[in-house]
C-alpha cells in the first residue's frame, strides 16, 4: 500500500531529516577546524559551543525523529498493506515537530542555547530551547500512537497471524520512543520549563541528571532499530538471499526494547549522586542489551552468507567476494556491521563499571559514538533513503556509482575521524574543550592527532553534500519510471503471541524501569539535597 | 476484583503451553551455539567486574553525600582555610584533599602530593556542573553542585600533572585546570595547616 498520503507523509519528514543531517555535517566541519587549533581565526568557545550544541541537536534529534517517523509511516503502510491511519494527526504531529525545530534552532543559532544537547543545568539556556526541545518530543508521540493504533488494528483483522517483521519492530521502536521519552518529558514539564519560565528559583542537578539519564541510553536504541530493521528486512533480500531466522530477529528486537530501558546509570557512574549499586545493577542491564546487537550481527552476517554462496562464492571467505557489493543497501550494510563492531568493543570499555573512569568524559566517547550512531546508525539511514527514493518520487537514482562512492566516503571518513579520537582519549583530551589551553607537557602528545580529525572531517563533508545533492536531482531530474515497489520481505512464519505482541513485554519493563528506577529517583525527595540557581554560560 | 493466585493446576498447564510453543519454535543448530556464545562472553565480561568491585573493592565515585553549594566557603569542611592537602592523615593513613570547583579552576590551583600513597578526594562545586580528570589515571568524577563527590586514587609515578575540567561549564571551560604535582614519597612534607598551598 503506497498512497499518495503515505508518499507525501515519508517525503515530508525526510526532506527535514535529510536537510538537517546536510546542515549539520558543515557544524561539524567548523568544530574540527576550530578545534584543531591550525587557524588561528576559527577560535571562538563561544561560536565552538554554540556549534556543538546545534550539531548535537540537529543529529541526535532532528534527524533521527523525522527519519524514523518518515520511515515508520513508509513501513507501516507497506507492511500491513493498509493506509496510514489518521493522516491528519500524522500531519499534525509533523507540524508540532516542526515548530519545536523551529522555535529551539533560534535560541541555537543566536548561541542563546549553547548547552549541548544534553542541556546541563544549572546553566540556563534561552526558555524557547527548552519548549522547542519539548514540542519535538510531544509531536513524535503523536506517531507513536498511529504506529500503535495501526499494529492493533491489523492484529484485531487478523486474528492468529503474525505481524509482519518490519511491523512488529516498528511498533516495538514506538513503544520503547514512549517509555524512554517520559524521563526527559518530567525533567522538561517539571524541573527545566518552570525554571527557564521564572516560575522556580532553583534546580536540583542530581535529579535533572537522573531523569535525563532515563532516557539518554535507551534513546540510542530509537535511532539504531530503524537501521536494525533494514538490516533484517532489506539487506538479505538486496544480497539475493533471504532472512536466516525470523524469530531471532523478533527475539532481538523483544530484548532491545526489554533490556534497552533499564541501563542509563552507565551515564552518570562517575556522578556523585547515584550509589554503587544502583550503578552497578544498570552496568548489568548494559551488557545485557549487547546480546540482541550480537545476534544481529550473526543473523545479517548468516544471511549475508547464505546470500553470498547463493551467487558461487566457496570457501571460507569466498561468499564475501560474491556479495553484490555494487548494491547500496548491500554495501552500506557490511560497512555499517564493520563500525559497529569497532564502535561495539568501545562501547564495552565504557559500560565497564571502573574501567570508564579512564575515557569517562575525554574524546574516547565521541570517537565510540560516532562510530555506532554516525557509522553504523546513519550509514543504514543513507541505504533506506537510496532505496526508497525511486519509489517515493517515482523517478530512478540519479546515478548509480555515485552512491557507492557516497557511502565508502562516509565510511573512510569515519574511520579516519574517529580512530585519532580513540587515541585522543585514552591520551586524556576532555571531549568538550574548543582549544588546548593547559600549559602541560602532555598536551604536546596530542599535536599530531589533529590533522588526520580535519581530514576525516573532510571528506564526511563531501560525503553528506553528494548525498543530499544525490536526493535532489533524484528527485528534480531523475529519469520517469513506474513506481516500482519491492516490498520487504514480509511472509511471517509462525511465532508464538510473546514474540507478535508487546502485553506481556510492557509489564516487565514496568518492574524494570520500577526496580531501576524507582528509589533513585525517589531519594531526591527523602535526601536533604539543596539546589543551585540558574547560572549563564 | 478479585485477584486468582495462580494454583499448581494452572502453573503446570502454562508451562505445558510454553513447552510445546518453544519445540515449535525452529531455532536453527548453529544459532543456538551462538546465543551460548554471546551469553557465555557477556558473563565472562559480567564476571570480571563483579571479581574486582567486591573482591577488590573497585566502584566508581559514588559517594551520596549533599552540601549546599551556596555557602561552601562558610561551610566546616569547604571554607578557604580548610582546602588543600590536609596536614592530618587519615585514619587508614591515606592523605586527604579538598578541593573547590568553580569556573574557571579547582581551588587551590596548586597542590603537591606524595608518589605511591592512597589519596583520597573531597571535592565540592560552587556554582555549576564540572568533572575532575587527571589524564591516564583514574582521578575521575564529576563535580555536581549540591554533592560532595569522594574518588580515591594512587599515583605510582612522580611527575606534573594537569587536572582538567572534563564537563562543559560555560565559555571559559577550555580553561579550566589545575597542577598536580606528585613527588618522591621522601620528598614529600605534610603542610602545616590546610589551605596554605598557592
Given at each position: 500500500m503506497n498512497d499518495a498520503t503515505t508518499t507525501r507523509l515519508t517525503l515530508f519528514n525526510f526532506w527535514v531529516a535529510f536537510g538537517a543531517f546536510g546542515l549539520a555535517c558543515f557544524f561539524g566541519m567548523y568544530q574540527v577546524l576550530e578545534r584543531s587549533g591550525l587557524f588561528a581565526f576559527l577560535q571562538s568557545p563561544a561560536v565552538y559551543f554554540a556549534s556543538v550544541s546545534t550539531h548535537g541537536v540537529l543529529m541526535a534529534f532532528v534527524l533521527t525523529t523525522f527519519f524514523i517517523m518518515g520511515f515508520g509511516y513508509y513501513t507501516a503502510a507497506q507492511s500491513l498493506r493498509r493506509p496510514v491511519w489518521n493522516p491528519q494527526l500524522a500531519w499534525a504531529g509533523y507540524g508540532v515537530c516542526v515548530v519545536g525545530v523551529v522555535l529551539a534552532a533560534v535560541p541555537l543559532l543566536l548561541g542563546k542555547a549553547s548547552v549541548l544537547y544534553t542541556f546541563y543545568p544549572p546553566i540556563q539556556a534561552n526558555v524557547f530551547f527548552y519548549i522547542g526541545a519539548t514540542l519535538l518530543v510531544v509531536g513524535s508521540w503523536f506517531w507513536c500512537a498511529i504506529m500503535l493504533v495501526m499494529f492493533a488494528q491489523w492484529k484485531k483483522d487478523h486474528p492468529g497471524e503474525t505481524v509482519p517483521l518490519p511491523m512488529f519492530a516498528t511498533a516495538a521502536n514506538a513503544l520503547l520512543w514512549l517509555w524512554t521519552s517520559l524521563g526527559v518529558a518530567l525533567e522538561s514539564v517539571f524541573q527545566l520549563l518552570p525554571w527557564a519560565l521564572g516560575l522556580?528559583?532553583?534546580?536540583?542537578v542530581g535529579l535533572a541528571r537522573t531523569l535525563f539519564a532515563w532516557t539518554l541510553h535507551p534513546i540510542v536504541y530509537f535511532w539504531l532499530i530503524p537501521a536494525y530493521i533494514a538490516l533484517y528486512c532489506y539487506v538479505p533480500q538486496a544480497a539475493g538471499g533471504k532472512l536466516f531466522s525470523d524469530v531471532l530477529a523478533r527475539t532481538a528486537f523483544v530484548l532491545i526494547l526489554v533490556l534497552g530501558l533499564p541501563i542509563g546509570f552507565h551515564h552518570l557512574y562517575m556522578d556523585p549522586e547515584q550509589a554503587a549499586g544502583w550503578k552497578f545493577l544498570h552496568m548489568v542491564g548494559t551488557f545485557a542489551v549487547a546480546i540482541p546487537t550480537l545476534l544481529t550481527g550473526f543473523t545479517v552476517i548468516a544471511s549475508l552468507e547464505m546470500a553470498g554462496r547463493r551467487q558461487g562464492g566457496t570457501g571460507l571467505f569466498g561468499w564475501i567476494g560474491a556479495?553484490?557489493?555494487?548494491n547500496p543497501m548491500v554495501l552500506a550494510a557490511i560497512l555499517s556491521l564493520l563500525m559497529l563492531v569497532l564502535g561495539g568493543f568501545g562501547g564495552i570499555v565504557n559500560a565497564s563499571y571502573a574501567m570508564n573512569a579512564m575515557v569517562h568524559n575525554t574524546a574516547w566517547v565521541p570517537g565510540h559514538f560516532h562510530l555506532i550512531f554516525a557509522g553504523t546508525v546513519v550509514t543504514m539511514y543513507l541505504a533506506v533513503a537510496y532505496k526508497l527514493w525511486p519509489e517515493l518520487c517515482g523517478r530512478k537514482l540519479y546515478s548509480e556509482d555515485l552512491p557507492l562512492v557516497q557511502l565508502w566516503g562516509w565510511f573512510i571518513g569515519m574511520v579516519i575521524m574517529t580512530t585519532p579520537w580513540h587515541v585522543l582519549g585514552l591520551l586524556?583530551?576532555?571531549?568538550?574543550?574548543?582549544?588546548v589551553q593547559y600549559?602541560?607537557?602532555?598536551?604536546?602528545?596530542?599535536?599530531?592527532y589533529e590533522v588526520a580529525m580535519v581530514i576525516g572531517g573532510l571528506i564526511l563533508l563531501g560525503s553528506a553534500c553528494l548525498f543530499v545533492y544525490l536526493l535532489y536531482k533524484t528527485q528534480a531530474a531523475g529519469e520517469k519510471v513506474e513506481a516500482r515497489v519491492e516490498a520487504a520481505d514480509d511472509s511471517a512464519p509462525w511465532a508464538p503471541a510473546w514474540l507478535n505482541g508487546f502485553a506481556l513485554w510492557n509489564r516487565l519493563i514496568l518492574v524494570l524501569m520500577a526496580l531501576s528506577y524507582g528509589y533513585p529517583i525517589l531519594q531526591f525527595f527523602l535526601l536533604k539535597t539543596h539546589s543551585p540557581t540558574a547560572w549563564g554560560y | 476484583m478479585r485477584i486468582r493466585f495462580p494454583d499448581k493446576k494452572w502453573f503446570h498447564e502454562k508451562m505445558a503451553g510454553l513447552g510445546e510453543e518453544m519445540s515449535r519454535l525452529e531455532i536453527n543448530e548453529l544459532e543456538r551455539k551462538w546465543l551460548f556464545v554471546s551469553v557465555a562472553m557477556i558473563g565472562l565480561f559480567v564476571g570480571a567486574i563483579v571479581v574486582t568491585a567486591a573482591?577488590?573493592?573497585?566502584?566508581?565515585?559514588?559517594?551520596?553525600e549533599t552540601i549546599d553549594s551556596a555557602s561552601l566557603h562558610l561551610s566546616q569542611e569547604f571554607a578557604e582555610d580548610k582546602?588543600?592537602?590536609?596536614p592530618e592523615p587519615l585514619p587508614d593513613g591515606s592523605l586527604q584533599v579538598r578541593l573547590v570547583a568553580g569556573r574557571y579552576g579547582f581551588y587551590p590551583r596548586e597542590i603537591e602530593v606524595p608518589a605511591g600513597r592512597r589519596i583520597v578526594f573531597r571535592m565540592a562545586s560552587m556554582d555549576v556542573l564540572h568533572g575532575a580528570h587527571i589524564p591516564m589515571t583514574n582521578m575521575s568524577t564529576m563535580i555536581v553542585p549540591g554533592y560532595v563527590s569522594e574518588v580515591v586514587s594512587v599515583f605510582p609515578k612522580p611527575g606534573e600533572y594537569p587536572m582538567l575540567c572534563n564537563e562543559y561549564c560555560g565559555l571559559g571551560h577550555d580553561h579550566m585546570w589545575s597542577k598536580v604535582t606528585v613527588v618522591a614519597q621522601e620528598n614529600w612534607r605534610a603542610p602545616a595547616t590546610g589551605g596554605k598551598q598557592p
Open positions: 522556580t528559583d532553583t534546580i536540583d556479495l553484490p557489493w555494487k586524556g583530551q576532555p571531549r568538550r574543550i574548543s582549544s600549559n602541560s607537557v602532555l598536551t604536546l602528545s596530542w599535536d599530531p | 573482591m577488590h573493592g573497585v566502584h566508581p565515585p559514588s559517594h551520596v582546602l588543600g592537602v590536609q
